[in-house]
């Protein structure tokens, strides 16, 4: 089982970022897929997800309106699109795949929005 996130990096507060996460070896299509963050010295923290037929998503109350989360089940990839960043925002965000009483991870990457 892989989750392989890209796409992070620096950007300027009201900047955007496109981040994805390509997932193998298990059955993609069945997975609720999350995104999670986890800052400095903080917990981690649910940012959005996406049901296993894309039909549903759900986002944090920090993030709505602002982020998008998408999933492209032909290619086994979820994206996570942020618009109008701010610092706060900054945070090392994972990708992660549910189903009842399963789970995995993926190793994150680094978004750091600062002028």
């Known amino acids: 089982v892989q989750l392989v996130e890209s796409g992070g990096g620096l950007v300027q507060p009201g900047g955007s970022l496109r981040l994805s996460c390509a997932a193998s070896?298990?059955?993609?299509?069945?997975?609720?897929m999350r995104w999670f963050r986890q800052a400095p010295g903080k917990e981690r923290e649910f940012v959005a997800e996406?049901?296993?037929?894309?039909?549903?998503?759900n986002y944090a109350a920090g993030v709505k309106g602002r982020f998008t989360i998408a999933r492209d089940s032909a290619k086994n990839l979820v994206h996570l699109q942020m618009n109008s960043l701010k610092p706060e925002d900054t945070a090392v965000y994972y990708c992660?795949?549910?189903?009842?009483?399963?789970?995995?991870w993926g190793q994150g990457t680094q978004v750091t929005v600062s002028s």
């Open positions: 996406i049901s296993s037929d894309g039909g549903r998503t």
């Open positions: 070896g298990f059955s993609f299509n069945n997975y609720y």
């Open positions: 992660n795949a549910w189903l009842i009483r399963q789970e995995y």
